[in-house]
């Protein structure tokens, strides 16, 4: 199984990711770590760091994988995932535009990310925006289930909901 968690930036995805997949003993694949590894901060760069995420993506067995979940690379990700022959579980943490400003507002950014000189407040606003047109109206088309789970709570009980959500999928995916 391949759990994947998305959200708009500061919605805590790498925080319930990075627990959910020491809980399962699975590896975490992230987007940012993408970046880190081999992107400059230029848009060349973006699409390499990309091109290495689908590729690790189809490498690895069970997973839990995080990234926005929306944007111009998201159609890859489904159709990457489609191909993998894994059951996928989407756990989509949705959190209020305001709080993700609130908690990401003086984070220290080491991630080489293009600056299209678009402020953070209209990026985050236009991500809630499409995530809840394509998760929340279900117009994405993921190869498993989308599961809405309340961001806006402390980070415990959205790790417990998430943990939750993974047994009850995997209780399912074996039949149980």
């Not at 400059?40 to 839990?64: C, H, N, Q, Y």
């Not at 309340?150 to 399912?172: F, H, K, M, P």
Request: net charge negative; aromatic share 8%.
């Amino acid at each position: 199984m391949k759990v994947l968690i998305v959200g708009n930036l500061g919605a805590g995805k790498t925080t319930v990711a990075k627990a959910l997949a020491a809980e399962r003993n699975w590896p975490f694949l992230a987007i940012d770590d993408c970046r880190r590894r081999v992107s400059d901060g230029t848009p060349a760069g973006e699409v390499a760091a990309w091109a290495t995420f689908l590729r690790e993506l189809m490498v690895i067995g069970p997973a839990v994988v995080e990234f926005s979940g929306s944007g111009i690379f998201a159609p890859y990700v489904r159709f990457m995932l489609a191909r993998t022959g894994q059951s996928v579980l989407v756990l989509w943490l949705d959190v209020p535009p305001e709080r993700c400003l609130d908690r990401i507002r003086d984070r220290v950014w080491d991630i080489p990310y293009p600056d299209f000189g678009v402020p953070l407040a209209e990026v985050i606003d236009d991500l809630h925006a499409r995530l809840v047109q394509e998760l929340g109206a279900g117009t994405a088309r993921w190869p498993g289930p989308v599961v809405r789970i309340d961001g806006n709570r402390t980070i415990g009980q959205v790790i417990e909901e998430v943990s939750a959500c993974v047994n009850l999928e995997t209780s399912r995916y074996l039949g149980g």
